[in-house]
């Protein structure tokens, strides 16, 4: 299996949904780094399931970091962060029976049998707490460089958020912010949205909006190590991502060049553009405007319906209903996971370019 991501600052992601603890390893960080464990829980808490629009289990996500770490500070050897699973229900979940929309099949044809199938095992979200506490490293790295990164949900369920507008404010917000939205009647809306579904028994999907602010121009590879192709190809790892798009993406199919290009200007001594619509990026490279990019992310495939499946032991056609504790929608969860990817995928791509010792204070 390929657990890993990354080059310079890499990160494996390793455990499953129903074992005994999750983890991850963050390698190639530089020495000395500040590790603020309070910054780190407050992370874990915006992934953490609340209330009726979440799923009923909810995990403690006591973390400990076993490695790579002393009096505070990285030590520039491998940091090892382990979370316990304690609130499972294994008795829910059966190995015949695939869930449409999991990767039950998928996993039985790659495995043979032989993976963990309970909780979707190494496939489930549950893995992206681990992923969750080594992003908060990544991104207090960042910020100590200027390099700021949120997310808000642009759209769920038809419900459609604001643009991003004051980007510093906006960012500052969505940092704290426990339901991911700018504008709080359309939240209430999405709210509303995802409880009804909920009490239909089923489930809702929607769009993730990402800003980051202060990215330096020439970050990134021509062709295939594009800031595009490593962020989709980190993106689409987390469970539930359909689409990725930058800047104005799909949209620019139905414009002239004329209406797309960016056109360039002098401000205070620099160069900027005076549109965006490329989302900062041009030939794969960052061009120093903010970085803009939308993920989508599909509705949540444990619904409580019964829906058509097959046995695959038996190659019977069955019926399925599903047991167990599971999001009405996942959106509201996933953007914290975005921004921990996108840290990542960031502290990489600007170490390859500077160094490793760009992300020490």
């Known amino acids: 299996m390929k657990n890993t991501f990354g080059q310079s600052v890499s ?6 949904s129903h074992g005994a603890q999750i983890g991850a390893v963050l390698d ?9 464990e309070e910054f780190l829980r407050q992370q874990l808490t915006l992934r953490r399931p609340a209330g009726k629009i979440s799923t009923a289990r909810v995990e403690a996500d006591e973390f400990q970091i076993v490695s790579g770490l002393f009096q505070g500070r990285t030590t520039g050897t491998p940091l090892t962060i382990l979370i316990p699973n304690t609130n499972t229900k294994s008795k829910d979940y059966t190995p015949e029976l695939p869930r449409p929309g999991h990767a039950d099949f ?3 044809q790659k495995y043979h049998g032989f993976q963990d199938y309970r909780g979707g095992g190494h496939f489930s979200g549950r893995i992206t707490a681990a992923l969750v506490a080594a992003g908060a490293i990544l991104l207090s790295a960042l910020r100590q460089k200027g390099i700021l990164i949120g997310t808000h949900m642009k759209r ?33 809306q999405m709210h509303q949205a995802i409880t009804r579904a909920a009490s239909e028994g089923d489930s809702v999907g929607g769009v993730l909006e990402t800003l980051v602010l202060g990215l ?47 056109a360039f200007r002098i401000r205070e001594g620099g160069i900027v553009t005076q549109t965006n619509h490329n989302g900062g ?28 499946t097959v046995d695959m032991y038996q190659k019977e056609e ?30 990489d791509l600007l170490a390859q370019r500077y160094g490793t010792d760009f992300l020490k204070p």
């Open 11 to 16: 990160l494996t992601l390793f455990g499953e």
């Open 318 to 347: 069955r019926k399925l209903s599903l047991q167990g504790r599971h999001d009405p929608a996942i959106v509201h969860r996933a953007r914290v996971v975005v921004d921990s990817v996108t840290a990542l995928v960031l502290c």
């Open 216 to 262: 330096p121009a020439g970050i990134g590879e021509p062709w295939f190590d594009t800031v595009e192709g490593l962020l989709s190809h980190a993106l689409f790892g987390i469970p539930a991502v359909k689409g990725v798009e930058f800047g104005d993406g799909f949209a620019m199919a139905e414009h002239r060049g004329s209406e797309m290009n960016d």
């Open 28 to 36: 190639g960080l530089a020495p000395g780094i500040p590790v603020d």
């Open 106 to 108: 998928t996993a039985e």
């Open 281 to 308: 990026i041009n030939g794969g490279i960052t061009n120093g405007m903010p970085l803009i990019f939308r993920c989508a992310v599909k509705p949540t495939p444990s619904i409580f319906r019964e829906q058509e």
């Open 156 to 188: 769920v369920a038809g419900v459609e958020d604001r643009d991003f507008d004051d980007f510093a404010a906006d960012l500052h917000f969505l940092s704290t912010a426990p339901f991911a939205v700018l504008n709080s009647a359309a939240g209430e």
